[in-house]
Each structure stands twice: as structure tokens, then as C-alpha cells.
């Protein structure tokens, strides 16, 4: 009981301990990064739908996507989207390269362990429980619609 | 003199000594405050050569034991017992480093407490006269630790703003009762201590109550103050962690000034965005076999209190919602009189 | 002069979208991959209460490229298929409508797993 106080009191002292760091620079960089790549999937869908009158908007959007998740990849690869991820926080985390990075960055990094258990079984230790969750959400969401 | 004062201090009677001492750094570390102190530094990769970063870690160890041997002037027939200790699952680094030695092997865990750890129980076992000369080391790498304790490396995610940096490198000593070097004189060992502190990425906070346990027991068990040491050193606390410490002896009545320093504040510069400093078990070890090893031996130095602290977690304690326990154990360390 | 508009609109609701994220980040010192799922999550229940196609349409890609966008599809994927299949469509709705770029991911993933190494960070 005593403990549970002295706990109590002591994590209340850090918290308060913990300098107040500046959230401002963050959150604006995550605003002007997260902006600027929705911007250039924008621009992608856009020159898609220009550039190949017979692709369908939903195909074009399925393109953009899939064009944004290899970008990604690549930068993940090269060893650059670490650097901008410090710099952007979750400018680059929310959109859907944050995604594929989470999916990559392991696929990279657990190579050394073989590619079966380490690269094929580690690839979502990130991504698994967005898919898993997204996915039991969805049936759940079908479900409904079902009786609805 | 009685070699065992209060619960937790041992005394050492017939004097061991640290006859050599040997510390090697990765690119960031050679690029720090200490850079002309260390006695090798790796300037570009931090793969030391190796395939993977893990290897890399047994080979420092492997070269800081080699240059600890070499700089007390003996062969690896003289050193008679192997202790060592790291971060990784099993602490495989020093096993295998080990391995490639035809010494008997002791393998001790006590997180970023290590160098301390293994230097008290080297001390112990030299003044006690089973073995003349023994040989500690321990190792940490920033890959691997992060890999192992946080996220893959290529994750573009922001470290929050209370982490510290795993410092790449590796620090070894040779204790022997025979030849000359800075005397052990005592050794203080701590409590593991839970504040209840649960946020992983908050080290120093979670540390920092430990280090006063092992601190205060310290100072009844040998009658001493702050003020007798030249020097008291903490090993990864950190500056919130330092912080956090200096308020909570305050509380109790000792007063940490000017001669209280943390191995993790004097490691990197400043630019070097670490945050709140180094971390990790080379971070006590390479910043006490380097300038505090050489102020030791000319003198500028006399009496330092050195402690590292070593949080004592896992990745399925920490996911399982476990709170961090800390350690803290510490030696007194006497320079070469002028 | 009209096009131009749009991308400003994609950009603030995009990066707006971004903001909210690094807020939540700050305030509840969430990692990565709890920020991903929260996202995701909220992009079936936006999709399933009928409040994203409305975003989405004035948003575009501002809400379309955030993973939020990901989780809509799933649930538009889910609801198109059970209206037109019946139960299995709970099943194979969701990850039909994804399966492009969850497929894409981890393609590129391997291929770029295999081909490069991970290196220590240089901040």
C-alpha cells in the first residue's frame, strides 16, 4: 500500500521532471510532409486518369496507391525514409507509405535470421495488427450491413 | 580492517588493482567529447567487419580484451578467469567473444550495470585470493540493442523525446592482484529497486531510484559524504535520470555537487541528437577505460565513486505491462599516489 | 485555375490528417503501429456509419492516400460484397477491395528485403 503511494508520487514527479519539449516544429513538419505526399497522390491519380483514358477512377486510385507503397519500399530499402520519418513523425506514418515502411523496414532488417523465419515471419510484426485489426473491423462492419 | 560493513559494502584488504584497461568505440562514439581518450576507435563501420551487427558486438569484445592484455603488459596464459556480460538475449556477445579464448569463462548480467558488476565480483574473487589476475569486459551496440529491445532500424518512426542512445563500443580490465594500476577499494552492492516506472523509453527515471538506494547504502556503510570523492560517476542515467537522482539525495539529506558527473551526458556533444545521452553497458564501461582510467593514473584523479545503473527489463516484461526494475552497484576506485 | 484549388484542399486536409496523427503521438507517446490501427479503424467506422464518401468526395486524396482511406476500402469492400453475395461476402469483401496494395506491400517488401541491408541510424 505504502509502495503503491511512494509509485504513485514518484511517476507524478517525473512526469512533471520531464522537460516540456516544443510540439509545434513536429507537429508542423508532420502537417506540411503528410500534406505534400497526399498532394503527389493526388497528382499521380490525376495524371493516371489523363494519361490512360480507359483506366476506371477505382483502378486509378488502386495504381496510386500501389505506386505510393513502392516509393516507400525503396526509400526503406536505400535507407532514407528512417531519416525522414525522424523528421516528419507522422507525416509520413499516416499515410499509406507508413504502411508499406512498416512492412519493409523488417523485411530488411530480420534478413540476417534466414528468409523464412526471419524476413517472410517478421515482415509484419508491425503491419499484422493493422491488417488483422482492419480486417476484423470490416466483417464485423459487413455483419451488420448483413442484417441492416 | 573488517571486510564487510552494513548489508550491501565489501572492503578489500589486500589491494586489487586494475593493471590494464582497454576501451574501443563505433563512428558516432569516435566522433563524441571522448574522442581523445579512447584507445580505438572504428571511424567508419560499424560492422566492424562483420556480416552482422551482433558479430560485430563479439568482436569488439573480442579487441577490447586483447588491448586490456596488451596494455597490462601480460600474455593470455596470465589472466586466469573471463568475466563478462552484455545486453543481448543470453548475453551471446560475451559467450561467444569467449569462445575464441582459451580462458575459463564467467558470464554476468546485469544490464548497463555490468562493467561495475563484473569489476566488484573480480575484485571480490582476486582479494580473496582464488584467482591472481582476472579479465572483465562488457559490450553494448546501438543496432543491436535497438533491434533487439525497439524497432527495426528502417522504421521511420521519431524517438521520444526521454530516450537515450545505446552506445556502440566496447570496455575491458584486467584486476590482479600483482603490478600496479588504480587500487579497488570497496564495492557496493545494490537493491533491485520499481518505482513503478513503466514507460520503456524513460530509462533514466526508472534507474534513477536505484542509483539512491545503492548511493545512500554506500555512504552509512563507509561513513562517507559526497564530498570525500574526487568523483562520483554514474554509468546511463542520463540527464533526466541525473536530474531525477540529484533531487532524490537532496531529499535525503546528500547534497551531489559539482563532482557528481553521469558517463551518459559526457559521451556525445550535444549536436549529436541523442536526446537525453548514452545508454547502454559500453557507455559506462568505454568513458571509464578511457578518460577516467587516465585521469587515475596521473594522479589528477584520487579517490572516484564509481556506479553504473542497469535497468532490468525484458521485451516480454515490458509487453506484458511490467514495470522497470533497476540496479545499481558501485566500487571505489583509488588513483596511483604521486 | 479550378484544378490548382483542388490540390490545396488536398494538401491542408491531407496534412491536417497528418497533424491529428503526430498529436496523438505526442499526447499518448503511442508507437507506429498503434498510431496505423487507430487509423485504420477509424477508417471503417467513418466508411461504415456513411460519413467517408462525403469526406472522401470534397478530400480526395487528402483523406484517400492516409491509411484511413485503406481501412474504407475495407469496409466499402465488406458492405458492396455482402449486398451482392450474402454471408461469404463478409469473408471476401475486405481483403478483395485491399488485396492490391496489401499484395503490392509485400511484394515490394521482399524484393527489397533481399537487395538491401539495414544500416544503424545516422541522425
Redesign the interface.
Known amino acids: 500500500m505504502q509502495e503503491?503511494e511512494?509509485?504513485?508520487r514518484?511517476?507524478a514527479?517525473?512526469e512533471a521532471?520531464?522537460?516540456k519539449?516544443h510540439?509545434w516544429p513536429?507537429?508542423f513538419n508532420?502537417?506540411?510532409?503528410?500534406?505534400?505526399?497526399?498532394?503527389f497522390?493526388?497528382?499521380c491519380?490525376d495524371l493516371i486518369l489523363l494519361w490512360f483514358p480507359s483506366v476506371s477512377t477505382q483502378s486509378a486510385?488502386?495504381y496510386?496507391?500501389?505506386i505510393?507503397?513502392?516509393l516507400a519500399?525503396?526509400l526503406?530499402?536505400?535507407?532514407v525514409?528512417?531519416?525522414?520519418?525522424?523528421f516528419?513523425?507522422?507525416?509520413?506514418?499516416?499515410?499509406?507509405t507508413?504502411?508499406?515502411?512498416?512492412?519493409?523496414?523488417?523485411?530488411?532488417?530480420?534478413?540476417?535470421e534466414g528468409?523464412i523465419f526471419g524476413?517472410?515471419a517478421k515482415?509484419f510484426?508491425?503491419?499484422g495488427?493493422?491488417?488483422v485489426?482492419?480486417?476484423v473491423?470490416?466483417?464485423i462492419?459487413?455483419?451488420?450491413?448483413?442484417f441492416v | 580492517m573488517e571486510r564487510k560493513r552494513g548489508n550491501q559494502t565489501v572492503f578489500f584488504n589486500n589491494k586489487p588493482k586494475i593493471i590494464g584497461h582497454y576501451s574501443i568505440v563505433g563512428p558516432k562514439e569516435g566522433k563524441g567529447n571522448l574522442r581523445n581518450y579512447f584507445s580505438e576507435i572504428e571511424e567508419k563501420d560499424d560492422f566492424f567487419g562483420q556480416e552482422t551487427y551482433e558479430k560485430a558486438e563479439r568482436v569488439m569484445i573480442e579487441r577490447a580484451l586483447d588491448g586490456a592484455i596488451k596494455s597490462a603488459n601480460a600474455k593470455y596464459s596470465d589472466v586466469h578467469l573471463f568475466m563478462a556480460g552484455d545486453l543481448l538475449n543470453q548475453i551471446i556477445s560475451s559467450s561467444y567473444a569467449a569462445r575464441s579464448f582459451d580462458i575459463p569463462y564467467v558470464g554476468v548480467f546485469g544490464a548497463c550495470s555490468t562493467m561495475v558488476e563484473s569489476l566488484a565480483l573480480s575484485a571480490c574473487l582476486v582479494d580473496g585470493g582464488h584467482f591472481d589476475t582476472i579479465a572483465c569486459a562488457t559490450s553494448s551496440h546501438f543496432s543491436t540493442a535497438e533491434r533487439q529491445f525497439r524497432f527495426p532500424l528502417e522504421l521511420g518512426n521519431q524517438r521520444p523525446p526521454t530516450s537515450q542512445w545505446t552506445v556502440t563500443g566496447s570496455g575491458a580490465d584486467i584486476v590482479s592482484i600483482k603490478g600496479n594500476g588504480p587500487i579497488i577499494t570497496c564495492a557496493t552492492f545494490g537493491k533491485v529497486t520499481d518505482y513503478g516506472i513503466g514507460d520503456v523509453n524513460n530509462m533514466g527515471a526508472a534507474m534513477a531510484p536505484a542509483a539512491m538506494n545503492t548511493l545512500i547504502a554506500h555512504f552509512k556503510d563507509t561513513n562517507t559524504t559526497p564530498k570525500d570523492y574526487d568523483l562520483i560517476l554514474s554509468g546511463d542515467l542520463g540527464k533526466l535520470g541525473s536530474e531525477i537522482l540529484i533531487d532524490l539525495m537532496e531529499e535525503q539529506g546528500y547534497k551531489l555537487g559539482l563532482n557528481y558527473k553521469d558517463c551518459g551526458q559526457i559521451i556525445y556533444k550535444r549536436n549529436q541528437n541523442v536526446l537525453m545521452g548514452g545508454s547502454g553497458c559500453a557507455c559506462s564501461a568505454t568513458v571509464f577505460n578511457s578518460i577516467i582510467m587516465k585521469k587515475l593514473l596521473t594522479g589528477e584523479l584520487k579517490k572516484v565513486l564509481f556506479m553504473a545503473t542497469g535497468a532490468l527489463l525484458s521485451t516480454t516484461s515490458s509487453q506484458q505491462g511490467d514495470t522497470v526494475p533497476g540496479i545499481a552497484h558501485a566500487v571505489v576506485i583509488e588513483g596511483v599516489k604521486k | 485555375m479550378n484544378e490548382w484549388y483542388v490540390y490545396l484542399i488536398v494538401f491542408a486536409t491531407g496534412g491536417l490528417v497528418c497533424f491529428l496523427g503526430q498529436v496523438l503521438i505526442i499526447k499518448t507517446k503511442m508507437t507506429s503501429a498503434r498510431i496505423l490501427v487507430t487509423f485504420v479503424v477509424l477508417g471503417v467506422v467513418l466508411e461504415a456509419v456513411g460519413i467517408f464518401q462525403p469526406i472522401s468526395d470534397f478530400c480526395k486524396a487528402g483523406i484517400n492516400v492516409p491509411i484511413i482511406g485503406f481501412g474504407a476500402s475495407l469496409a466499402r469492400g465488406a458492405i458492396n460484397a455482402v449486398k451482392s453475395t450474402g454471408i461469404l461476402g463478409i469473408f471476401t469483401g475486405g481483403l478483395t477491395a485491399t488485396a492490391g496494395g496489401i499484395a503490392a506491400a509485400i511484394f515490394f517488401a521482399f524484393i527489397f528485403g533481399i537487395i538491401f541491408k539495414a544500416r544503424t541510424k545516422k541522425l
Open positions: 503503491q511512494r509509485n504513485k514518484y511517476n514527479y517525473v521532471k520531464i522537460a519539449t510540439a513536429s507537429l508532420s502537417f506540411w510532409v503528410g500534406g505534400l505526399i497526399c498532394t497522390g493526388q497528382l491519380n486510385w488502386a496510386t496507391l500501389i505510393l507503397i513502392f519500399s525503396f526503406t530499402g536505400l535507407g525514409f528512417d531519416k525522414i520519418g525522424a516528419a513523425g507522422a507525416g509520413t506514418i499516416v499515410p499509406i507508413g504502411f508499406s515502411n512498416s512492412i519493409t523496414s523488417p523485411a530488411v532488417e530480420f534478413k540476417n528468409i524476413m517472410c515482415m510484426i508491425i503491419a495488427p493493422v491488417i485489426s482492419g480486417t473491423a470490416s466483417m462492419v459487413g455483419l451488420i450491413y448483413l
